[in-house]
């Protein structure tokens, strides 16, 4: 009996694993999922249900912690698929609910092309509030990237479309706080590659002190991936979260854009205890884009370690700046940049 | 619970009897494999693994130990290596009523399969853990094909089966899809909803051997360090 090796994780998967599984994978995809809804949780919304007298109820399409998004036919006004997303049964307490009331606030503000779009907000029969926002049809701008085979100018071109809808968002006063590339979708539409920078569930309006203890179960319970989650992010004790955070994230969904994986193994930050995880996002080096492909030149390592640079000051001071860095990797006209990321700073 | 082996009141029969079978067929081999590894022979290995059952079965072991704190598996292993060093094995055959065996233990393949576990710096601990979790996964794994099978899905598991881990599946969707006669998007939701049910079943399963569903996430954990 032989043991193989994950490609993954690179262990030893042992030759009696059921279906040649890789147990560690497994496990590790467990913990990165949001944990189970509780089985004695009514739904919220029921397939087939009408709500509001305008919108069928399909299937579900995804839930966390407190909210469950349901994919609905639109009766009238075009017809048409949207996304209902509502509180879950028994979260309706005060918080939540200004939580909710905050991403439909959120979400109305940042009404840009490249963000997700709210259409309608109500009550449902049962009293909770329902958000329907556009449905988007797309994958993670990562996997959109590798499905296509796009090359690197056009990943590139990409990416500063998602620096123009972010650049929005902060221009009003948005921090998303959450980006990762299953938040950064893309469609393939007759105008080319299509990003909606969707989920702001997360998102506040303008710096705001980071919680820890949020972060942590966030980390560790519902969204598993700390990887995309800035240093500052890691503080907690008052850290302000400024625009500056996200600039990171999208760093390190570029750095996946480019070469294709991780600097730092997902899987590895799963497995270490909170003291040292914390200590790899802040402290750990990031080794250089070239490393791990070594097509790439080093202009394309400075773009992708500036936005990554552990210190804030050291990053791009807004997402025209890094519009404008491709800019001139690409060759484009630096205005363009700057017109591509046109409402940062306007406070719109 | 499996703490209602304990020798208490409000343990149910059916509950003592479920916890018994779980404990008896999924877990011996990582105690006989443990007992291997720390330098027993096949035979002495499976004298002191029926042993060891038989005193769980039993409640003895239950009744020295603080059964009710902590975790199953950690808990197994502490008694099974306090059982190692103890005089045990003089007084076993007449403390088990004359040799009567609580399992049937398939030995010729425990052994079969202790040969081929690693030879490396594995310790007999790491290699309890590395058994404890493969087994837990493997019977969630079976347990799922069970529910397949029984909506008459068994080609739908064989395909998707493998789809559990990123990559896992050397098949892309679109070929999945056409042997299924689903759309890609209605296999991808496929492949979504079998990891999820595939983690509810792994967290009941792991919520069996813990004292409290807050230590489901710890014990997970634990499992995957077991495979590093």
Same mark, same amino acid.
């Given at each position: 009996?032989?043991?193989?090796?994950?490609?993954?994780?690179?262990? /030893?998967?042992?030759?009696?694993?059921?279906?040649?599984?890789?147990?560690?994978?497994? #496990?590790?995809?467990?913990?990165?999922?949001?944990?189970?809804?509780?089985?004695?949780?009514?739904?919220?919304?029921?397939?087939?249900?009408?709500?509001?007298?305008?919108?069928?109820?399909?299937?579900?399409?995804?839930?966390?912690?407190?909210?469950?998004?349901?994919?609905?036919?639109?009766?009238?006004?075009?017809?048409?698929?949207?996304?209902?997303?509502?509180?879950?049964?028994?979260?309706?307490?005060?918080?939540?609910?200004?939580?909710?009331?905050?991403?439909?606030?959120?979400?109305?503000?940042?009404?840009?092309?490249?963000?997700?779009?709210?259409?309608?907000?109500?009550?449902?029969?049962?009293?909770?509030?329902?958000?329907?926002?556009?449905?988007?049809?797309?994958?993670?701008?990562?996997?959109?990237?590798?499905?296509?085979?796009?090359?690197?100018?056009?990943?590139?071109?990409?990416?500063?479309?998602?620096?123009?809808? #972010?650049?929005?968002?902060?221009?009003?006063? #948005?921090?998303?706080?959450?980006?990762?590339?299953?938040?950064?979708?893309?469609?393939?539409?007759?105008?080319?590659?299509?990003?909606?920078?969707?989920?702001?569930?997360?998102?506040?309006?303008?710096?705001?002190?980071?919680?820890?203890?949020?972060?942590?179960?966030?980390?560790?319970?519902?969204?598993?991936?700390?990887?995309?989650?800035?240093?500052?992010?890691?503080?907690?004790?008052?850290?302000? #979260?400024?625009?500056?955070?996200?600039?990171?994230?999208?760093?390190?969904?570029?750095?996946?854009?480019?070469?294709?994986?991780?600097?730092?193994?997902?899987?590895?930050?799963?497995?270490?205890?909170?003291?040292?995880?914390?200590?790899?996002?802040?402290?750990?080096?990031?080794?250089?884009?070239?490393?791990?492909?070594?097509?790439?030149?080093?202009?394309?390592?400075?773009?992708?370690?500036?936005?990554?640079?552990?210190?804030?000051?050291?990053?791009?001071?807004?997402?025209?700046?890094?519009?404008?860095?491709?800019?001139?990797?690409?060759? /484009?006209?630096?205005?363009?940049?700057?017109?591509?990321?046109?409402?940062?700073?306007?406070?719109? | 619970?499996?703490?209602?082996?304990?020798?208490?009141?409000?343990? @149910?029969?059916?509950?003592?009897?479920?916890?018994?079978?779980?404990?008896?067929?999924?877990?011996?081999?990582?105690?006989?494999?443990?007992?291997?590894?720390?330098?027993?022979?096949?035979?002495?290995?499976?004298?002191?693994?029926?042993?060891?059952?038989?005193?769980?079965?039993?409640?003895?072991?239950?009744?020295? &130990?603080? &059964?009710?704190?902590?975790?199953?598996?950690?808990?197994?292993?502490?008694?099974?290596?306090?059982?190692?060093?103890?005089?045990?094995?003089?007084?076993?055959?007449?403390?088990?009523?004359?040799?009567?065996?609580?399992?049937?233990?398939?030995?010729?393949?425990?052994?079969?399969?202790?040969? &081929?576990?690693?030879?490396?710096?594995?310790?007999?601990?790491?290699?309890?853990?590395?058994?404890?979790?493969?087994?837990?996964?493997?019977?969630?794994?079976?347990?799922?094909?069970?529910?397949?099978?029984?909506?008459?899905? @068994?080609?739908?598991?064989?395909?998707?089966?493998?789809?559990?881990?990123?990559?896992?599946?050397?098949?892309?969707? @679109?070929?999945?899809?056409?042997?299924?006669?689903?759309?890609?998007?209605?296999?991808?939701?496929?492949?979504?909803?079998?990891?999820?049910?595939?983690?509810?079943?792994?967290?009941?399963?792991?919520?069996?051997?813990?004292?409290?569903?807050?230590?489901?996430?710890?014990?997970?954990? @634990?499992?995957?360090?077991?495979?590093?």
């Amino acid at each position: 009996m032989e043991d193989h090796q994950c490609g993954t994780c690179e262990i /030893q998967i042992p030759v009696d694993s059921a279906g040649g599984i890789c147990p560690a994978c497994l #496990i590790s995809d467990i913990l990165a999922a949001p944990l189970a809804k509780p089985r004695e949780d009514a739904p919220a919304l029921r397939e087939g249900e009408i709500l509001g007298g305008r919108y069928r109820i399909g299937t579900e399409l995804g839930h966390g912690g407190w909210s469950v998004v349901h994919l609905a036919h639109r009766m009238g006004n075009g017809g048409g698929e949207v996304a209902i997303k509502v509180l879950r049964p028994g979260r309706d307490t005060e918080r939540h609910l200004a939580r909710f009331d905050s991403e439909r606030e959120i979400l109305m503000a940042a009404q840009h092309a490249y963000c997700a779009e709210i259409l309608d907000s109500g009550i449902t029969e049962a009293g909770t509030p329902f958000i329907a926002m556009e449905f988007i049809p797309g994958i993670p701008i990562t996997e959109f990237c590798a499905v296509q085979k796009l090359d690197l100018p056009a990943r590139l071109k990409l990416f500063q479309r998602v620096l123009e809808g #972010i650049g929005h968002a902060h221009g009003c006063g #948005i921090v998303h706080r959450d980006l990762k590339p299953g938040n950064i979708l893309v469609v393939d539409s007759e105008d080319g590659p299509l990003p909606k920078i969707i989920d702001f569930g997360l998102a506040r309006m303008g710096p705001r002190p980071t919680e820890l203890a949020e972060l942590f179960t966030k980390q560790f319970q519902v969204v598993g991936t700390p990887v995309y989650m800035s240093p500052e992010q890691t503080e907690g004790g008052g850290t302000e #979260i400024d625009q500056r955070s996200d600039i990171y994230s999208l760093g390190m969904v570029l750095y996946e854009m480019v070469t294709g994986s991780l600097p730092f193994s997902d899987h590895r930050l799963r497995v270490v205890g909170p003291d040292e995880l914390l200590r790899i996002i802040r402290e750990e080096p990031v080794p250089r884009p070239s490393s791990q492909r070594v097509d790439l030149t080093g202009v394309v390592d400075d773009l992708v370690m500036k936005a990554l640079a552990k210190n804030a000051e050291d990053r791009f001071a807004d997402a025209s700046a890094f519009s404008t860095a491709i800019c001139d990797f690409l060759d /484009q006209p630096r205005s363009l940049g700057r017109r591509l990321v046109r409402r940062i700073g306007k406070g719109t | 619970m499996i703490f209602d082996l304990k020798d208490e009141p409000g343990g @149910s029969e059916e509950s003592r009897s479920k916890a018994l079978a779980m404990l008896c067929e999924n877990y011996w081999y990582p105690v006989y494999a443990y007992i291997r590894k720390c330098g027993r022979g096949a035979e002495d290995a499976q004298d002191l693994t029926q042993d060891f059952f038989y005193k769980m079965i039993h409640g003895e072991l239950f009744k020295k &130990a603080d &059964a009710g704190k902590g975790k199953l598996r950690t808990f197994l292993l502490t008694t099974v290596a306090r059982m190692l060093v103890s005089d045990w094995r003089s007084r076993r055959r007449q403390k088990r009523g004359g040799g009567a065996a609580p399992l049937s233990l398939d030995i010729e393949l425990a052994e079969r399969n202790y040969a &081929a576990e690693p030879k490396d710096t594995l310790t007999p601990e790491k290699l309890y853990d590395r058994r404890w979790a493969l087994l837990t996964i493997n019977s969630v794994f079976d347990q799922l094909r069970g529910e397949f099978n029984a909506r008459g899905k @068994s080609r739908h598991f064989d395909l998707l089966g493998e789809c559990l881990t990123p990559g896992g599946s050397d098949l892309p969707y @679109s070929e999945i899809a056409a042997e299924l006669g689903l759309s890609d998007a209605a296999v991808r939701q496929a492949v979504r909803r079998l990891r999820g049910r595939f983690g509810e079943l792994m967290r009941e399963r792991v919520a069996f051997t813990v004292e409290g569903n807050a230590e489901v996430e710890e014990e997970l954990r @634990s499992l995957m360090e077991a495979f590093q």
